[in-house]
């Protein structure tokens, strides 16, 4: 069941403490509406991809109360900061070197070592402020359908998938965030939106140089040499051959599994949104000089199975496509 609030201080709290439970909260931003999970909850982050049914674990913006928020989870360079201090709280999303070390979930990032940050304004800024944590969030629609810019095409599209609904009413602005990276003497856009590229450049005093589309930045899903372990890959095993590493899902023992160097199970009641919790960690953990070949047990591919196995078919392709 997905309640639909209106906005009140008192709805706030109550949005707060959902998120805090680990669940999923639609909330209005001035740009679009946005689907929200704690960003340092690797579950509720992997419940975002199932309920908008995204086959992909694309890279989700980190949305922040302030830039001392944004500045313990990212690294400012002095052009990020003037872009900050121009634009937040507002519409612009900045693409900067993750921190090592923060509470941020890797599911967030995609397993990127950048995270996309933005201090959105009114209701959102509230929440966050109330949770104290950075808030995961992607457009609040079914993965390939518009962005909502009302708490009824929200509901419409994702009703009985999510927790709650913050009704804001519409949408101020109705266009995603822009958003841009920094890039030596130049920014990349790498989406146009709501804060106009001029004003961008006249603040940053940096040119913004619109990426090719279909150019590897813009799709830093595809990037998989990020993900992708040192050693060989092998998927859906039925057996383990001495000495391999063993990514284990689900109950039931694989042939062989006793003489695995060493065992990670995603999830060991079979739970996808654990498992797909676990992955990034997992994959990290074994991307070691001496782990040589890594077995990984079959993952079923209904729900969030699918962007789970396109992951790992990445992690495992010819190093050479990657
Ligand atoms: O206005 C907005 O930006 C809305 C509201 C809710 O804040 N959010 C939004 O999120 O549009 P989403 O997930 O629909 O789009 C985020 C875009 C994706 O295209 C994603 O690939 C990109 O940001 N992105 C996120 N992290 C990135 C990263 N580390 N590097 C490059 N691109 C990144
Ligand atoms: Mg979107």
């Given at each position: 069941m997905t309640i639909v609030i209106p906005v009140s201080p008192d709805a706030t709290r109550q949005a707060a403490s959902c998120l805090r439970d680990g669940g999923l909260v639609a909330i209005p931003t001035e740009t679009v509406y946005g689907l929200a999970?704690?960003?340092?909850?690797g579950p509720a982050v992997a419940h975002i991809f199932e309920a908008k049914g995204r086959p992909r674990f694309n890279p989700l913006i980190c949305h922040v109360d302030s830039f001392a928020m944004a500045a313990a989870i990212v690294t400012f360079d002095p052009v990020a900061e003037r872009l900050a201090t121009a634009f937040w709280p507002g519409a612009l999303t900045l693409v900067l070197p993750a921190r090592s070390g923060s509470d941020i979930h890797p599911l967030v990032s995609g397993g990127l070592p950048t995270l996309a940050v933005r201090s959105p304004r009114g209701i959102a800024l509230d929440l966050i402020a109330e949770l104290g944590r950075p808030v995961a969030a992607p457009s609040?629609?079914?993965?390939?359908r518009v962005s909502p810019t009302t708490a009824e095409h929200v509901r419409r599209g994702l009703d009985g998938r999510i927790d709650m609904i913050l009704d804001g009413g519409p949408c101020p602005m109705g266009l995603e965030s822009t958003i841009v990276k920094p890039a030596g003497d130049h920014l990349l856009l790498l989406r146009a939106g709501a804060v106009a590229v001029e004003d961008i450049e006249a603040a940053a005093g940096l040119p913004v140089v619109r990426v090719a589309p279909g150019a590897a930045v813009q799709a830093p899903g595809q990037l998989a040499s990020h993900y992708a372990p040192a050693g060989l890959v092998r998927l859906d095993v039925q057996f383990v051959e001495p000495g391999e590493h063993l990514i284990a899902f689900g109950p039931d023992p694989i042939e062989?599994?006793?003489?695995?160097a060493a065992v990670i199970n995603l999830s060991p009641t079979g739970d996808l949104r654990e498992a797909a919790a676990t992955l990034f960690s997992a994959l990290t953990a074994f991307?070691?000089?001496?782990?040589i070949r890594i077995a990984v047990a079959p993952v079923p591919s209904h729900g969030l199975g699918e962007a789970i196995n396109d992951r790992l078919h990445r992690a495992a392709a010819p190093r050479d496509s990657r």
């Open positions: 999970a704690d960003a340092t909850n609040a629609n079914p993965s390939g062989g599994q006793d003489a695995a991307d070691r000089p001496e782990v």
